[in-house]
Protein backbone atom coordinates (compact mmCIF):
# COMPACT_ATOMS: atom_id res chain seq x y z
CA UNK A 1 0.00 0.00 0.00
CA UNK A 2 1.35 2.69 -0.90
CA UNK A 3 1.09 5.85 2.24
CA UNK A 4 -0.13 9.26 1.01
CA UNK A 5 1.63 12.12 3.11
CA UNK A 6 -0.96 14.40 4.54
CA UNK A 7 -1.81 17.05 2.11
CA UNK A 8 -1.70 20.42 2.71
CA UNK A 9 -5.35 22.34 3.37
CA UNK A 10 -6.49 25.04 1.73
CA UNK A 11 -9.89 27.04 2.88
CA UNK A 12 -11.30 29.04 -0.47
CA UNK A 13 -13.52 32.00 0.83
CA UNK A 14 -15.51 33.60 -1.85
CA UNK A 15 -19.33 34.81 -1.87
CA UNK A 16 -19.29 33.95 -5.45
CA UNK A 17 -20.43 30.06 -5.98
CA UNK A 18 -18.54 29.74 -9.80
CA UNK A 19 -15.30 31.14 -8.03
CA UNK A 20 -15.74 28.78 -5.37
CA UNK A 21 -16.28 25.24 -7.17
CA UNK A 22 -13.90 26.49 -10.04
CA UNK A 23 -10.97 26.96 -7.75
CA UNK A 24 -12.08 23.56 -5.67
CA UNK A 25 -11.43 21.69 -8.78
CA UNK A 26 -8.46 23.27 -9.63
CA UNK A 27 -7.14 22.34 -6.39
CA UNK A 28 -8.62 18.95 -5.16
CA UNK A 29 -6.03 16.62 -6.35
CA UNK A 30 -2.76 17.84 -4.73
CA UNK A 31 -4.70 19.89 -1.67
CA UNK A 32 -7.92 18.96 0.82
CA UNK A 33 -10.11 21.97 0.08
CA UNK A 34 -12.64 23.51 1.97
CA UNK A 35 -14.75 26.30 1.52
CA UNK A 36 -16.96 29.12 2.71
CA UNK A 37 -18.81 31.92 1.32
CA UNK A 38 -18.10 34.42 3.75
CA UNK A 39 -15.62 35.79 6.63
CA UNK A 40 -17.72 34.71 9.33
CA UNK A 41 -17.86 30.66 8.52
CA UNK A 42 -14.29 31.34 7.01
CA UNK A 43 -13.58 31.92 10.86
CA UNK A 44 -15.55 29.13 12.06
CA UNK A 45 -13.59 26.53 9.90
CA UNK A 46 -10.13 27.33 10.71
CA UNK A 47 -11.28 27.22 14.74
CA UNK A 48 -12.19 23.28 13.70
CA UNK A 49 -9.78 22.18 10.74
CA UNK A 50 -6.13 22.08 9.99
CA UNK A 51 -5.90 24.56 7.52
CA UNK A 52 -2.18 25.58 5.77
CA UNK A 53 -3.56 28.35 2.95
CA UNK A 54 -6.38 31.11 2.93
CA UNK A 55 -7.10 32.04 -0.28
CA UNK A 56 -9.89 34.75 -0.11
CA UNK A 57 -11.56 37.10 -1.69
CA UNK A 58 -11.19 40.73 -0.82
CA UNK A 59 -14.27 42.24 -1.66
CA UNK A 60 -17.09 40.26 0.23
CA UNK A 61 -20.75 41.20 1.56
CA UNK A 62 -20.20 41.28 5.85
CA UNK A 63 -17.20 40.97 6.86
CA UNK A 64 -14.82 41.74 3.76
CA UNK A 65 -11.02 39.75 2.69
CA UNK A 66 -8.83 42.07 4.69
CA UNK A 67 -10.42 41.91 7.82
CA UNK A 68 -10.55 38.28 7.60
CA UNK A 69 -6.95 38.40 6.70
CA UNK A 70 -6.45 40.24 10.12
CA UNK A 71 -8.71 38.17 12.18
CA UNK A 72 -7.16 34.63 10.70
CA UNK A 73 -3.63 35.85 11.46
CA UNK A 74 -4.61 36.69 14.89
CA UNK A 75 -5.64 32.84 15.40
CA UNK A 76 -3.01 31.60 13.21
CA UNK A 77 -0.50 33.69 13.14
CA UNK A 78 1.79 31.00 10.40
CA UNK A 79 -1.20 30.57 7.89
CA UNK A 80 -0.46 31.65 4.49
CA UNK A 81 -2.78 34.46 3.02
CA UNK A 82 -3.23 34.98 -0.06
CA UNK A 83 -5.89 37.47 -1.38
CA UNK A 84 -7.90 37.42 -4.79
CA UNK A 85 -8.38 41.25 -5.80
CA UNK A 86 -10.24 43.11 -8.44
CA UNK A 87 -8.29 43.85 -11.94
CA UNK A 88 -6.43 47.18 -10.58
CA UNK A 89 -7.15 47.16 -7.29
CA UNK A 90 -3.52 47.64 -6.56
CA UNK A 91 -4.30 49.73 -3.07
CA UNK A 92 -5.67 47.00 -1.44
CA UNK A 93 -3.39 44.87 -2.29
CA UNK A 94 -0.98 46.70 -0.80
CA UNK A 95 -2.82 46.78 2.34
CA UNK A 96 -2.81 43.35 2.28
CA UNK A 97 0.48 42.81 2.16
CA UNK A 98 1.40 45.44 5.02
CA UNK A 99 -1.15 43.44 7.17
CA UNK A 100 0.40 39.75 6.45
CA UNK A 101 -0.63 38.41 3.25
CA UNK A 102 1.64 36.01 1.81
CA UNK A 103 0.73 37.45 -1.60
CA UNK A 104 -2.05 38.53 -3.59
CA UNK A 105 -3.84 37.62 -7.24
CA UNK A 106 -5.59 39.49 -9.89
CA UNK A 107 -9.28 37.95 -10.74
CA UNK A 108 -9.59 36.05 -13.02
CA UNK A 109 -7.41 33.73 -11.34
CA UNK A 110 -4.24 32.43 -13.43
CA UNK A 111 -4.34 28.31 -12.63
CA UNK A 112 -0.54 28.07 -13.57
CA UNK A 113 0.37 31.05 -11.69
CA UNK A 114 -1.63 29.78 -8.47
CA UNK A 115 -0.21 26.48 -8.29
CA UNK A 116 3.57 28.02 -8.83
CA UNK A 117 2.75 30.22 -5.91
CA UNK A 118 1.02 28.09 -3.38
CA UNK A 119 4.04 25.41 -4.03
CA UNK A 120 6.27 28.52 -3.31
CA UNK A 121 4.73 29.39 0.00
CA UNK A 122 4.40 25.86 1.01
CA UNK A 123 8.31 25.70 0.79
CA UNK A 124 9.11 28.60 2.28
CA UNK A 125 6.84 28.28 5.24
CA UNK A 126 8.26 24.37 5.74
CA UNK A 127 11.59 25.84 5.85
CA UNK A 128 10.55 28.94 8.46
CA UNK A 129 9.09 26.60 10.50
CA UNK A 130 12.21 24.51 10.26
CA UNK A 131 14.99 27.68 10.93
CA UNK A 132 12.16 28.61 14.25
CA UNK A 133 12.51 24.75 15.95
CA UNK A 134 15.81 24.34 15.11
CA UNK A 135 16.28 27.71 16.42
CA UNK A 136 13.92 27.47 19.38
CA UNK A 137 16.03 23.95 19.50
CA UNK A 138 19.43 25.78 20.18
CA UNK A 139 17.78 28.82 22.34
CA UNK A 140 16.85 26.14 25.14
CA UNK A 141 20.53 24.92 25.13
CA UNK A 142 22.67 27.31 24.84
CA UNK A 143 20.48 30.57 26.01
CA UNK A 144 19.06 33.39 23.54
CA UNK A 145 20.14 34.99 20.25
CA UNK A 146 24.01 34.21 20.70
CA UNK A 147 23.62 34.96 24.34
CA UNK A 148 24.65 31.95 26.22
CA UNK A 149 23.70 31.15 29.88
CA UNK A 150 21.58 28.87 31.01
CA UNK A 151 21.74 30.10 35.08
CA UNK A 152 18.79 31.13 37.17
CA UNK A 153 19.63 35.04 36.56
CA UNK A 154 20.28 34.74 32.76
CA UNK A 155 17.16 32.69 32.62
CA UNK A 156 14.88 35.68 34.53
CA UNK A 157 17.09 38.12 31.89
CA UNK A 158 16.05 35.99 28.54
CA UNK A 159 12.14 36.08 29.56
CA UNK A 160 12.34 39.93 30.23
CA UNK A 161 14.08 40.60 26.82
CA UNK A 162 11.41 38.77 25.05
CA UNK A 163 8.91 40.34 26.58
CA UNK A 164 10.59 43.58 25.87
CA UNK A 165 11.56 42.89 22.32
CA UNK A 166 8.54 43.08 20.28
CA UNK A 167 7.66 46.11 21.71
CA UNK A 168 8.57 49.85 21.23
CA UNK A 169 9.70 50.58 24.71
CA UNK A 170 12.96 52.23 25.02
CA UNK A 171 15.22 49.93 27.05
CA UNK A 172 18.08 50.47 29.14
CA UNK A 173 20.53 48.30 29.94
CA UNK A 174 22.97 48.20 32.75
CA UNK A 175 26.14 46.49 33.88
CA UNK A 176 29.78 46.36 34.84
CA UNK A 177 32.16 46.25 31.55
CA UNK A 178 32.22 42.86 29.47
CA UNK A 179 28.80 41.91 31.03
CA UNK A 180 27.50 41.66 27.57
CA UNK A 181 25.14 44.99 27.46
CA UNK A 182 25.95 45.29 23.48
CA UNK A 183 25.07 41.50 22.82
CA UNK A 184 21.33 42.19 24.52
CA UNK A 185 20.91 45.44 22.59
CA UNK A 186 21.51 43.28 19.78
CA UNK A 187 19.41 40.72 20.61
CA UNK A 188 16.21 43.09 21.42
CA UNK A 189 16.57 44.31 17.91
CA UNK A 190 16.85 40.75 16.34
CA UNK A 191 13.55 39.72 18.55
CA UNK A 192 11.98 42.86 17.68
CA UNK A 193 9.49 44.16 14.81
CA UNK A 194 12.25 46.37 13.94
CA UNK A 195 14.56 43.43 13.35
CA UNK A 196 14.68 44.53 8.91
CA UNK A 197 15.44 48.31 9.67
CA UNK A 198 18.55 49.53 10.91
CA UNK A 199 20.75 48.41 14.13
CA UNK A 200 22.47 52.13 14.76
CA UNK A 201 25.28 51.85 17.24
CA UNK A 202 26.49 55.13 18.86
CA UNK A 203 29.76 54.85 21.58
CA UNK A 204 28.65 58.17 23.21
CA UNK A 205 31.69 58.60 25.06
CA UNK A 206 34.45 58.17 22.01
CA UNK A 207 33.62 61.57 20.45
CA UNK A 208 33.57 65.50 22.12
CA UNK A 209 29.97 66.82 22.96
CA UNK A 210 29.99 68.99 19.43
CA UNK A 211 31.28 66.83 17.80
CA UNK A 212 28.42 63.93 19.44
CA UNK A 213 25.57 66.37 18.66
CA UNK A 214 26.31 66.14 14.66
CA UNK A 215 26.97 62.57 15.04
CA UNK A 216 23.58 62.32 16.57
CA UNK A 217 21.83 64.67 15.20
CA UNK A 218 23.30 65.25 11.61
CA UNK A 219 24.13 68.90 10.56
CA UNK A 220 23.15 71.00 7.89
CA UNK A 221 25.70 72.41 5.51
CA UNK A 222 28.61 75.02 6.82
CA UNK A 223 27.00 75.00 10.24
CA UNK A 224 30.23 74.83 11.66
CA UNK A 225 34.08 74.94 10.77
CA UNK A 226 34.63 71.58 8.86
CA UNK A 227 30.67 70.80 7.97
CA UNK A 228 31.51 70.88 4.45
CA UNK A 229 27.88 69.88 3.13
CA UNK A 230 24.58 68.31 4.59
CA UNK A 231 25.05 65.45 7.10
CA UNK A 232 22.44 62.71 8.15
CA UNK A 233 22.73 62.09 11.97
CA UNK A 234 22.44 58.40 13.87
CA UNK A 235 19.06 59.87 14.35
CA UNK A 236 17.98 59.35 10.85
CA UNK A 237 20.31 56.49 9.71
CA UNK A 238 18.20 54.53 12.18
CA UNK A 239 15.02 55.56 11.23
CA UNK A 240 12.51 52.37 11.16
CA UNK A 241 14.99 50.32 13.27
CA UNK A 242 17.20 50.63 16.61
CA UNK A 243 19.40 53.51 18.15
CA UNK A 244 21.92 52.09 20.63
CA UNK A 245 23.81 54.80 22.54
CA UNK A 246 26.53 52.91 24.55
CA UNK A 247 27.71 54.62 27.24
CA UNK A 248 25.31 56.94 27.57
CA UNK A 249 26.07 58.37 31.24
CA UNK A 250 29.12 60.22 29.29
CA UNK A 251 26.64 62.23 27.25
CA UNK A 252 27.42 66.08 28.23
CA UNK A 253 24.24 68.71 29.76
CA UNK A 254 23.61 70.38 26.40
CA UNK A 255 23.03 67.08 24.25
CA UNK A 256 21.04 65.73 27.22
CA UNK A 257 18.91 68.40 26.67
CA UNK A 258 18.27 67.63 23.04
CA UNK A 259 18.24 64.09 23.44
CA UNK A 260 15.43 64.63 26.18
CA UNK A 261 13.47 66.78 23.49
CA UNK A 262 13.91 63.92 20.46
CA UNK A 263 12.36 61.46 23.27
CA UNK A 264 9.75 63.56 23.92
CA UNK A 265 8.46 64.44 20.21
CA UNK A 266 10.09 62.24 18.36
CA UNK A 267 11.58 65.01 16.25
CA UNK A 268 14.70 67.85 15.81
CA UNK A 269 16.96 70.14 13.88
CA UNK A 270 20.06 69.26 12.31
CA UNK A 271 22.79 70.92 13.70
CA UNK A 272 22.84 74.81 12.18
CA UNK A 273 19.47 74.02 10.73
CA UNK A 274 15.73 74.73 12.02
CA UNK A 275 13.96 72.20 9.51
CA UNK A 276 12.69 69.65 11.76
CA UNK A 277 13.33 66.16 11.07
CA UNK A 278 10.56 63.25 12.00
CA UNK A 279 12.02 59.72 12.92
CA UNK A 280 10.64 56.24 13.82
CA UNK A 281 13.00 54.61 16.12
CA UNK A 282 13.20 52.51 18.81
CA UNK A 283 16.17 53.64 21.51
CA UNK A 284 18.12 50.97 23.68
CA UNK A 285 20.44 52.67 26.32
CA UNK A 286 23.41 51.78 28.09
CA UNK A 287 25.79 52.18 30.55
CA UNK A 288 28.13 50.69 33.01
CA UNK A 289 27.72 53.11 35.81
CA UNK A 290 24.69 53.62 38.10
CA UNK A 291 22.64 56.17 36.50
CA UNK A 292 20.35 56.92 39.42
CA UNK A 293 23.45 57.87 41.10
CA UNK A 294 24.32 59.84 38.82
CA UNK A 295 21.18 61.98 39.00
CA UNK A 296 21.63 62.34 42.37
CA UNK A 297 24.98 63.95 42.34
CA UNK A 298 23.29 66.14 39.54
CA UNK A 299 25.88 64.83 36.26
CA UNK A 300 22.61 63.11 34.63
CA UNK A 301 19.46 64.90 34.42
CA UNK A 302 16.57 63.04 36.01
CA UNK A 303 13.79 63.68 33.40
CA UNK A 304 15.96 62.08 30.80
CA UNK A 305 16.13 58.78 33.16
CA UNK A 306 12.78 58.72 33.92
CA UNK A 307 12.71 58.73 29.86
CA UNK A 308 15.13 55.94 29.48
CA UNK A 309 14.35 53.70 32.45
CA UNK A 310 10.98 52.44 30.68
CA UNK A 311 12.11 48.52 30.79
CA UNK A 312 15.45 48.32 32.66
CA UNK A 313 17.99 45.39 32.11
CA UNK A 314 20.65 44.69 34.65
CA UNK A 315 23.62 42.13 33.81
CA UNK A 316 24.90 40.41 36.36
CA UNK A 317 28.78 40.24 37.06
CA UNK A 318 29.80 36.50 35.84
CA UNK A 319 31.46 36.13 38.92
CA UNK A 320 27.36 35.57 40.42
CA UNK A 321 26.70 33.30 37.57
CA UNK A 322 29.63 30.81 37.98
CA UNK A 323 26.79 28.43 36.50
CA UNK A 324 27.47 29.71 33.00
CA UNK A 325 30.80 29.40 33.18
CA UNK A 326 31.40 25.85 31.78
CA UNK A 327 28.89 26.70 28.89
CA UNK A 328 30.66 29.67 28.10
CA UNK A 329 34.23 28.26 28.17
CA UNK A 330 32.80 25.34 25.71
CA UNK A 331 31.12 28.29 23.73
CA UNK A 332 34.64 30.46 23.53
CA UNK A 333 36.82 27.57 23.12
CA UNK A 334 34.92 26.25 20.03
CA UNK A 335 34.85 30.02 18.64
CA UNK A 336 38.82 30.59 19.37
CA UNK A 337 39.74 26.98 17.79
CA UNK A 338 37.38 27.96 14.34
CA UNK A 339 39.30 31.29 14.32
CA UNK A 340 42.81 29.65 15.54
CA UNK A 341 42.60 27.18 13.27
CA UNK A 342 43.14 24.51 16.02
CA UNK A 343 41.88 21.65 17.48
CA UNK A 344 40.83 21.24 21.14
CA UNK A 345 39.03 18.87 22.72
CA UNK A 346 38.49 20.89 26.28
CA UNK A 347 39.26 21.67 29.20
CA UNK A 348 40.70 19.47 32.29
CA UNK A 349 37.98 19.33 35.78
CA UNK A 350 41.01 20.92 37.09
CA UNK A 351 41.74 23.51 34.90
CA UNK A 352 37.77 24.43 35.00
CA UNK A 353 37.77 24.23 38.92
CA UNK A 354 40.29 27.02 38.18
CA UNK A 355 38.16 28.98 35.51
CA UNK A 356 34.59 28.67 37.40
CA UNK A 357 36.07 29.74 40.79
CA UNK A 358 38.06 32.78 39.52
CA UNK A 359 36.13 36.21 40.23
CA UNK A 360 36.82 37.38 36.63
CA UNK A 361 36.70 41.21 37.27
CA UNK A 362 36.30 41.73 33.61
CA UNK A 363 33.37 39.68 33.09
CA UNK A 364 32.65 37.73 29.78
CA UNK A 365 35.07 39.44 28.18
CA UNK A 366 38.09 38.58 30.46
CA UNK A 367 37.06 34.96 30.20
CA UNK A 368 36.79 35.10 26.09
CA UNK A 369 40.08 36.55 26.19
CA UNK A 370 41.78 34.36 28.98
CA UNK A 371 40.26 31.42 26.60
CA UNK A 372 41.70 32.73 23.38
CA UNK A 373 44.85 33.31 24.95
CA UNK A 374 44.93 29.77 26.30
CA UNK A 375 43.95 28.37 22.70
CA UNK A 376 46.43 29.78 21.27
CA UNK A 377 49.15 28.88 23.47
CA UNK A 378 47.88 25.27 24.18
CA UNK A 379 50.29 22.42 23.36
CA UNK A 380 47.90 19.33 24.47
CA UNK A 381 44.83 18.46 22.61
CA UNK A 382 43.26 19.35 25.71
CA UNK A 383 43.26 22.72 28.36
CA UNK A 384 44.76 21.87 31.64
CA UNK A 385 45.80 23.44 34.59
CA UNK A 386 48.75 24.17 33.24
CA UNK A 387 47.59 26.26 30.71
CA UNK A 388 45.31 28.55 32.71
CA UNK A 389 47.30 32.23 33.34
CA UNK A 390 49.18 32.72 36.61
CA UNK A 391 47.07 35.10 37.94
CA UNK A 392 44.00 33.14 38.13
CA UNK A 393 45.94 30.24 39.50
CA UNK A 394 46.93 32.93 42.27
CA UNK A 395 43.73 34.18 43.09
CA UNK A 396 41.93 30.99 43.56
CA UNK A 397 45.21 28.55 44.84
CA UNK A 398 47.13 31.84 46.82
CA UNK A 399 50.18 33.37 45.53
CA UNK A 400 52.91 31.11 45.16
CA UNK A 401 50.32 28.23 43.96
CA UNK A 402 51.26 27.96 40.53
CA UNK A 403 49.99 24.82 39.57
CA UNK A 404 49.11 21.64 41.33
CA UNK A 405 51.63 19.45 42.79
CA UNK A 406 54.06 22.34 42.75
CA UNK A 407 53.08 24.07 45.62
CA UNK A 408 55.70 25.14 48.08
CA UNK A 409 59.01 23.27 48.33
CA UNK A 410 60.01 21.06 51.15
CA UNK A 411 62.24 23.34 52.85
CA UNK A 412 61.13 26.13 53.79
CA UNK A 413 63.68 29.01 52.51
CA UNK A 414 65.02 31.78 54.24
CA UNK A 415 63.85 34.17 51.88
CA UNK A 416 61.51 35.15 49.04
CA UNK A 417 64.44 34.87 46.55
CA UNK A 418 65.53 31.61 47.52
CA UNK A 419 61.81 30.45 47.59
CA UNK A 420 61.28 31.56 43.96
CA UNK A 421 64.79 30.20 43.07
CA UNK A 422 63.46 26.55 44.76
CA UNK A 423 60.59 26.98 42.79
CA UNK A 424 62.35 27.48 39.33
CA UNK A 425 64.81 24.53 40.38
CA UNK A 426 62.36 21.87 41.20
CA UNK A 427 60.40 22.78 38.81
CA UNK A 428 63.58 22.29 36.18
CA UNK A 429 64.33 19.35 37.46
CA UNK A 430 60.56 17.63 37.17
CA UNK A 431 60.67 18.80 33.54
CA UNK A 432 64.33 16.89 33.17
CA UNK A 433 65.73 20.76 32.43
CA UNK A 434 63.11 21.39 30.06
CA UNK A 435 63.21 25.18 29.96
CA UNK A 436 59.81 25.46 27.90
CA UNK A 437 58.22 23.18 29.90
CA UNK A 438 59.60 24.48 33.64
CA UNK A 439 58.34 27.75 32.41
CA UNK A 440 54.98 27.33 31.10
CA UNK A 441 53.94 25.50 34.58
CA UNK A 442 55.89 28.15 36.45
CA UNK A 443 52.96 30.50 34.64
CA UNK A 444 56.02 32.58 33.37
CA UNK A 445 57.75 33.24 30.36
CA UNK A 446 61.11 31.59 28.75
CA UNK A 447 62.84 34.88 28.38
CA UNK A 448 61.91 35.24 32.04
CA UNK A 449 63.15 31.79 33.20
CA UNK A 450 67.16 32.63 30.97
CA UNK A 451 67.06 35.91 32.55
CA UNK A 452 66.65 34.38 36.37
CA UNK A 453 68.81 31.29 35.62
CA UNK A 454 71.41 33.70 34.65
CA UNK A 455 71.00 36.13 37.49
CA UNK A 456 71.11 32.83 40.10
CA UNK A 457 74.72 31.76 37.86
CA UNK A 458 75.90 35.62 37.79
CA UNK A 459 75.28 35.40 41.42
CA UNK A 460 76.67 32.42 42.73
CA UNK A 461 80.16 33.21 40.06
CA UNK A 462 80.11 36.30 42.51
CA UNK A 463 79.87 34.66 45.60
N1 LIG B 1 26.35 35.63 27.71
C1 LIG B 1 27.26 35.74 26.75
N2 LIG B 1 27.39 34.75 25.83
C2 LIG B 1 28.32 34.82 24.87
N3 LIG B 1 29.17 35.84 24.72
C3 LIG B 1 29.10 36.85 25.60
C4 LIG B 1 28.13 36.85 26.65
N4 LIG B 1 28.28 38.00 27.35
C5 LIG B 1 29.29 38.67 26.77
N5 LIG B 1 29.79 38.00 25.71
C6 LIG B 1 30.93 38.40 24.89
O1 LIG B 1 31.81 39.13 25.73
C7 LIG B 1 32.31 40.29 25.08
C8 LIG B 1 31.87 41.53 25.83
O2 LIG B 1 30.47 41.72 25.70
P1 LIG B 1 29.82 43.15 25.41
O3 LIG B 1 30.67 43.93 24.47
O4 LIG B 1 28.41 42.95 25.03
O5 LIG B 1 29.95 43.76 26.88
P2 LIG B 1 29.53 45.20 27.42
O6 LIG B 1 28.72 44.95 28.63
O7 LIG B 1 28.93 45.99 26.32
O8 LIG B 1 30.94 45.80 27.87
P3 LIG B 1 31.41 47.35 27.94
O9 LIG B 1 30.70 47.97 29.10
O10 LIG B 1 32.89 47.22 28.22
O11 LIG B 1 31.10 47.97 26.65
C9 LIG B 1 31.78 40.24 23.67
O12 LIG B 1 32.75 39.61 22.88
C10 LIG B 1 30.55 39.38 23.79
O13 LIG B 1 30.27 38.74 22.58
MG1 LIG C 1 29.61 47.71 25.38
Redesign the pocket.
Known sequence: MIHEPARPGILVVDDDRNTRDGLKRALQRDYRVLTAEGGERALEILDGNAVDILLADVRMPGMDGLTLLQRALVRQPRLICILLTAYGNVETAVEAMKRGAYDFLMKPVNLDHLDLLLKRALRSSAMESENLSLRRELDEKF?LE????QSAP?QALFDTIRQAAPTQATVL?Q???????????HAIHRLSTRSRGPFVAVHCSALAPTLLESELFGHEKGSFTGAAGRRRGRFEMADGGTLFL??VSEIDAAVQVKLLRVLEERTFERVGGNEPVDVDIRLIA?T?RDLKTLVQEGSFREDLFFRLDVVTIT?PPLAERAD?IPL?CD??LREACRKNAKTIDGLTPDALHLLTAYSWPG???E??NTIEKMVVLARGPRLTARDVPRNIVEEVRGPGAVSRGTLLPAAAPASLAGAEKQLIFDALKRHGNNRTRAAQELGISRRTLHRKLKQYREHDAAS
Do not use: P, Q, W, Y
Not at 146 to 149: A, L, M, Y
Not at 175 to 185: N, P, Q
Open positions: GNIVGMIGASGTGKELVADEANLDLHFNVRLR
